[in-house]
């Protein structure tokens, strides 16, 4: 079945660091990816998302780009800052039976640090 | 616009005990979803619904029920609460496939 692997947390830096967290999926077929983001105390809001090998998805300084060939979808930000601090889940949604859906990653927590 | 509304935010069941979550969203989507968060487990989906009268079981349903009988209302049923089931749950909806809308969580312990 479809499954998703994400580096395991927690993750600390400093404010304006780099930021890799790393996602590999297994699926067949061509998988929708997403990264979700936590907030303290709230629900999962989506922060980006790629639908096809070389997509790259973007929002709030975040990207990831869709790798088919390396099956992963790695989540960089160039320069964190404190209100990053969240827990990031990496997920997919497959193009087989049952893709209504999502399967989620364990997540990841950073914690930024001023 | 409120989106998407779960209550209670927290509750405390003893053994055995039953209760309802529920979960409305105010944005006519067709897709409604439960979801429990255990630490560093991830989520793992409980049931889901593509419109109204219709359900389907997840990964993990054993020990819950769900009904659909509105586009907007999802609740999502605890009949003999075990400690298995302590968990943080969430209540999503989407708009066909793409983009999902969380709730934001009941936490629930059984004791």
């Known amino acids: 079945g479809n499954s998703v692997t994400q580096m395991e947390g927690p993750v600390t830096l400093s404010e304006e660091a780099f930021l890799t967290i790393n996602c590999t999926y297994t699926?067949?077929?061509?998988?929708?990816l997403f990264w979700y983001v936590q907030y303290p105390g709230e629900g999962l809001q989506l922060l980006l998302k790629?639908?096809?090998?070389?997509d790259k998805g973007s929002n709030k300084g975040f990207e990831a780009t869709y790798r088919k060939e390396t099956t992963s979808f790695h989540l960089e930000k160039g320069s964190v800052q404190v209100s990053d601090s969240a827990v990031y889940f990496c997920?997919?949604?497959?193009?087989?039976?049952?893709?209504?859906?999502?399967?989620f990653g364990k997540g990841t927590k950073l914690t930024v640090n001023p | 616009n409120a989106g998407v509304t779960q209550t209670p935010k927290f509750r405390i069941l003893k053994i055995g005990q039953s209760m309802t979550l529920q979960c409305t969203q105010d944005?006519?989507?067709?897709?409604m979803y439960w979801y429990r968060q255990d630490p560093g487990m991830g989520l793992k989906l409980i049931y889901y619904?593509?419109?109204?009268?219709?359900?389907d079981k997840g990964e993990v349903p054993n020990g819950y029920n769900v009904s659909r009988s509105t586009t907007e209302d999802f609740p999502l049923r605890l009949e003999l609460a075990a400690p298995s089931q302590t968990s943080v749950y969430f209540c999503?909806?989407?708009?066909?496939?793409?983009?999902?809308?969380f709730g934001s969580g009941t936490q629930l312990s059984v004791l």
């Open positions: 790629a639908t096809k090998a070389d």
């Open positions: 699926a067949t077929g061509y998988p929708s």
């Open positions: 619904s593509v419109g109204a009268g219709i359900t």
């Open positions: 997920a997919l949604r497959g193009t087989q039976g049952g893709s209504e859906k999502l399967v």
């Open positions: 999503a909806s989407s708009y066909g496939r793409e983009k999902l809308f």
């Open positions: 944005m006519n989507h067709n897709y």
